[in-house]
C-alpha cells in the first residue's frame, strides 16, 4: 500500500507494540504530529513541559515495564533537549528510541532554522543513531532501531527525520515482529565448567548483583542460584530488586554508600560473583584493593564489560537468565554454615542506623511501612536518592527507577510521570531534594494535566545536600554556591500548577500528610523541611577501599 513518511513512523510504531509516546512538537515534526492525532485511540501521547522531561518520561516508562520506550522531539533546541535524557538512558542501559525530525534534505548544511545535526551529537551516548533521508528506507529503519534498542545490552537509540521524508509516498508493508531473543551465543561449556570450579571450591563466596539482572528477568533463577551456593547477597543501586531486600541473605548496597557488612564482606570474601553488573567507580572505591583477597567471576551479556574495569578470574558472557539457568542445573547444594555466620554478626554489629527525629531516613522508611513496599519509586539524584536506596526495601525488580550511571539531577519527576502511565494502579512516588526539584519541577504541570496519582516527596534541607556533605567532610565546610536560601515555596507553587501541597516539620505532619496523599488520585506534593546537616552514612572516601567506609560515630571517636 502507498504510504506517506509519517503514517508510515505511526504504522511501525503499531507494529511494535508501541501504546505509549512522550514528546513536545514543533515545525520540523508536524507531519508526523499530524498524523499521531489520526491515531489517538491507538497510541497516547503525553505532551512535557519540555523535551528533557519527555526523554525521562520515556526512560521511567521503559525501565519500569519493560519495553521500548518512545519519545518525540522536533529538530534544533527540540531535539538538543533530549540529550541529557539519552546519555541517561545509555549509561543505565535502557531501551530507548528517540524519534526527532530535522529540515528538509536540501536545507541541510547550510545552518537553517532550527537545524542541527543531532545524529552527529549523540552518536557517543546512542548504542546505534539514524539519519533517514530516503523515504523507502524509513520502515526498515525505524524496525531495526527497536531491533537494536531491545536486544543483547538494551540502550537508547535516536531516528532524525528529514522533513521531507515525513511526506514523502513509498510502498509500506506490514511486518510481525517477533520477540526478541536472550544472547547465548557466547556461552560456552569451558566457560560453565571454570565457573563451576570456582564456586565449588569456594569457602566465602559474595554475590553481587547489577541491573544486568534486572534487565534478563531473572530474579527467580537468581534466587535460586544464591540458595543452591549458600552464599550473601549485596547489589548495585542498578541491581535493586533484582534479589529481595527482604531476604535474610540481603546484606545492602556495595560501594560509597553501601552497608558496611557489604563492603566488609566483599573485602574479606575468597569468590565474588558479580552478576550483571559493570563494576562503576562508586561500587569500586580503590580498583586496586577491591575484593583483593577474592577470585571474581563475572556474568555480563556485554564483552566489553570483562576486565574493563576489574581484571577478572573468569567469565560467563551471555543473558544472564540464561546463564544462571545453566548454572543451576550443574551446581549441587553447596553449605557455608561458617561464613554465612560471620556475615550475619556484622549484620547485627553494623546495622544502618540514623539519628531520631524528622530527616530523609525517617521519611523514606515511613514511605515504606505506608506503602508495604508495594510501590514504585523514582529518584532525582543526591543524599535523598541514597536514603531511598538504604532504606526502602525493594523486593522486586523495577521498582526503583533512579539514574545510576549518569547522575542526572532532573530525572526523577519526568521518570515517575513514565511510570505511572506505563503502570495505571501502582502507586507511584518521587522522591526529590529541593535543588533537584528546581530543574523539573514544570513537569507537575504535565503530571496534573495527565490527572496521575504520584507523590512528590521533596527533602528540603535549603542546600545541594550531597556536595554541601562533601564540602563539608574534604573542603573544610567552605559552602561555595551550594546553599539555597531563597525563598521559593514549593506548596503554593504546585498548586498554581492545579496539584496539592503539604508541609512538614516534623513526624506527625509528614504521616498525617502522606496519609491524605495515599488517598488522592491527583498529584501531591510534600515539602519535608529537613536539617540541612543531615548526612548520608554510612560512606567511603573517594579513592579510599570500600573496607574503609565510616560514619557519623566513627568519626567523632577519632
Known amino acids: 500500500m502507498q504510504l506517506n513518511g509519517s503514517q508510515i513512523v505511526i504504522e511501525c510504531l503499531k507494529e511494535q507494540g508501541v501504546d505509549t509516546v512522550f514528546g513536545y512538537p514543533g515545525g520540523a515534526i508536524l507531519n508526523l504530529y499530524d498524523e499521531l492525532y ?3 485511540d491507538e497510541i497516547k501521547h503525553v505532551l512535557t513541559s519540555h523535551e528533557q522531561g519527555a526523554s525521562h518520561a ?7 515495564t519493560g519495553k521500548v520506550g518512545v519519545c518525540f522531539a522536533t529538530s534544533g533546541p527540540g531535539a538538543t533537549n533530549l540529550v541529557t535524557g539519552i546519555a541517561t538512558a545509555y549509561m543505565d542501559s535502557v531501551p530507548m528510541v528517540a524519534i526527532t525530525c530535522n529540515v528538509v534534505v536540501s536545507l541541510l548544511g547550510k545552518d537553517s532554522f532550527q537545524e542541527i545535526d543531532i545524529a552527529g551529537i549523540t552518536t557517543p551516548i546512542t548504542k546505534h543513531n539514524f539519519i533517514v533521508k530516503d523515504v523507502d528506507r524509513l520502515a526498515d529503519t525505524i524496525r531495526r532501531a527497536f531491533d537494536i534498542a531491545r536486544t543483547g545490552r538494551p540502550g537508547p537509540v535516536l531516528v532524525d527525520i528529514t522533513k521531507d521524508v515525513t511526506a514523502a509516498k513509498t510502498n509500506y508493508k506490514p511486518q510481525t515482529i517477533n520477540p526478541a531473543e536472550p544472547v547465548t551465543k557466547n556461552i560456552t561449556d569451558e566457560d560453565m565448567e571454570r565457573a563451576v570450579k570456582l564456586i ?3 569457602k566465602k563466596p559474595y554475590v553481587f548483583v547489577g541491573g544486568g539482572a534486572t534487565i534478563s528477568g531473572a530474579q527467580k533463577e537468581l534466587k535460586t542460584f544464591v540458595d543452591l551456593i549458600d552464599a550473601p547477597v549485596c547489589d548495585s543501586l542498578m541491581g535493586k530488586g533484582a534479589f529481595s531486600g527482604e531476604d535474610p541473605r540481603y546484606t545492602g548496597m556495595l560501594g560509597m554508600h553501601g552497608t ?3 563492603n566488609l ?9 558479580a552478576i550483571g553488573t559493570r563494576f562503576s567507580d562508586r561500587v569500586l572505591g580503590n580498583p586496586k584493593r577491591f575484593a583483593h583477597h577474592a577470585k571474581v567471576l563475572q556474568i555480563d551479556v556485554d564483552p566489553a564489560e570483562i576486565n574493563k574495569n576489574i581484571v577478572v578470574d573468569a567469565q560467563i558472557i551471555g543473558d544472564v537468565k540464561a ?8 551446581l549441587t547444594n553447596l553449605s557455608h554454615k561458617e561464613w554465612m555466620a560471620e556475615v550475619n554478626a556484622n549484620q547485627k554489629k553494623y546495622p544502618l542506623t540514623y539519628a531520631k527525629g524528622f530527616n530523609g531516613p525517617y521519611v523514606i522508611e515511613s514511605i515504606y511501612k505506608k506503602t508495604k513496599g508495594k510501590a514504585i519509586i523514582a529518584t532525582e539524584v543526591g543524599q535523598h536518592q541514597m536514603w531511598a536506596a538504604q532504606y526502602y526495601k525493594y523486593e522486586k525488580p523495577r521498582t526503583l527507577i533512579t539514574s545510576g550511571g549518569l547522575g542526572t539531577m532532573g530525572y526523577g519527576l519526568g521518570a515517575a510521570i513514565g511510570a505511572a502511565v506505563g503502570n495505571p494502579g501502582k502507586r507511584v512516588i518521587n522522591i526529590a531534594g529541593d535543588g533537584c526539584f528546581r530543574m523539573n519541577m514544570n513537569e507537575i504541570a504535565t503530571a496534573v494535566r495527565q490527572e496521575l496519582p504520584l507523590i512528590e516527596v521533596v527533602m528540603n534541607n535549603h542546600v545541594l545536600g550531597m556536595v554541601r556533605q562533601w564540602q563539608d567532610l574534604f573542603y573544610e565546610k567552605r559552602y561555595s554556591q551550594t546553599t539555597l536560601n531563597d525563598n521559593v515555596d514549593f506548596v503554593k507553587l504546585v498548586e498554581a500548577m492545579g496539584a496539592t501541597g503539604f508541609r512538614a516539620t516534623n513526624e506527625k505532619e509528614f504521616e498525617a500528610a502522606l496519609d491524605k496523599a495515599l488517598k488522592l488520585k491527583t498529584p501531591v506534593l510534600i515539602d519535608c523541611i529537613i536539617d540541612s546537616d543531615d548526612k548520608v552514612w554510612p560512606m567511603v572516601a573517594p579513592g579510599a577501599p570500600i573496607n574503609e567506609c565510616f560514619d557519623g560515630d566513627d568519626i567523632k571517636s577519632k
Not at 266 to 273: A, P, Q, T
Open 265 to 273: 564482606g566483599v573485602s574479606g570474601c575468597d569468590l565474588l560473583i
Open 260 to 262: 558496611k557488612t557489604s
Open 323 to 330: 546463564v544462571l539457568t545453566r548454572l543451576n542445573k550443574k
Open 58 to 64: 520515556a526512560d521511567g516508562y521503559a525501565r519500569s
Open 200 to 202: 565449588s571450591r569456594s
Open 38 to 40: 489520526r491515531h489517538q
